[in-house]
């Protein structure tokens, strides 16, 4: 990345000396920046220096994927408490075998790399907590058998999408494919906790998530230079598993306002 001002370096010699300096910083700065897990993006928000997580996020499409999540039939509904109670029930129905398929998923990413303690730790850490979380919406649904449950096309091609993800390529861009839920979630709850009612019945859906730990932000934050993360692969399988899950809440409540 070549600094605005290089441009305006003629051939005074202290001129061009000062325009080397501030071409060699700003390479510096990026090649810092690629493999710390932090991204300089000049192109949309100028130059910020953000951590990865937070450039995925503040990429314009994934703000427009985000802004339609917020604005689909089922976050509405929750929003004026009119959600038809089939369209919640067939979202949670179909989360909870989602749920079930990631396990498997971080079952077959855990199998590639057994050695590295690092990776193993947090990849069992969620197979734990997406176990539980599974387990509760099973208990809570009356879900036997996952495959007695037919998802929609939004929630299928997720979990497609998703299994190949962990079977193509490094467990870190499955963890990638993950942020997107553990993010939007909280931002959709954030966004509606001033403006819905205590009395709705859909705020504990508000309550349970405005508040969610960033495990998985944390984790690749840390270490997405140790990992050699690749930041337009990055963003690519970031801002689809994003389009999923405003798809997987638009197809839930079709028809709800």
């Known amino acids: 990345m070549i600094p605005r001002d290089s441009m305006r370096c003629r051939s005074n010699m202290y001129a061009q000396l000062f325009c080397v300096l501030q071409c060699c910083n700003a390479t510096m700065t990026l090649l810092s920046a690629e493999l710390t897990g932090t991204k300089i993006d000049s192109r949309e928000s100028g130059p910020v220096n953000v951590q990865l997580s937070e450039w995925l996020w503040r990429g314009s499409e994934s703000r427009a994927l985000a ?18 109670p089939r369209h919640f029930g067939s979202f949670f129905v179909q989360d909870a075998v989602f749920c079930f398929h990631v396990v498997q ?6 199998q590639k790399y057994p050695s590295d303690s690092t990776l193993t730790a947090v990849l069992q850490e969620q197979i734990r907590t997406n176990e539980k979380y599974t387990r509760d919406l099973f208990q809570q649904w009356h879900i036997a058998n996952p495959n007695g449950i037919l998802l929609g096309k939004a929630a299928e091609e997720y979990v497609k999408f998703e299994r190949e993800v962990a079977e193509d390529m490094s467990p870190l861009y499955l963890l990638i494919a993950m942020l997107p839920c553990e993010k939007l979630w909280s931002w959709l709850a954030m966004e509606l906790q001033y403006e819905i009612s ?7 859906w508000v309550d349970d998530h405005v508040s969610i730990d960033p495990v ?13 993360v690749d930041l337009d692969t990055a963003m690519f399988i970031y801002q689809k598993a994003l389009y999923w899950e405003g798809e997987f809440f638009e197809s839930a409540s079709a028809g709800s306002n």
Do not use: M, P, W
């Open 105 to 110: 998923h971080l079952k077959i990413a855990l």
């Open 216 to 228: 998985l932000a944390t984790f690749i934050d840390e270490n997405a230079g140790r990992y050699n």
């Open 198 to 204: 205590a009395t709705n019945v859909y705020r504990f």
């Open 67 to 84: 802004q339609k999540a917020l604005h689909s039939g089922f976050i509405k509904g929750i929003k004026s408490g009119l959600l038809d």
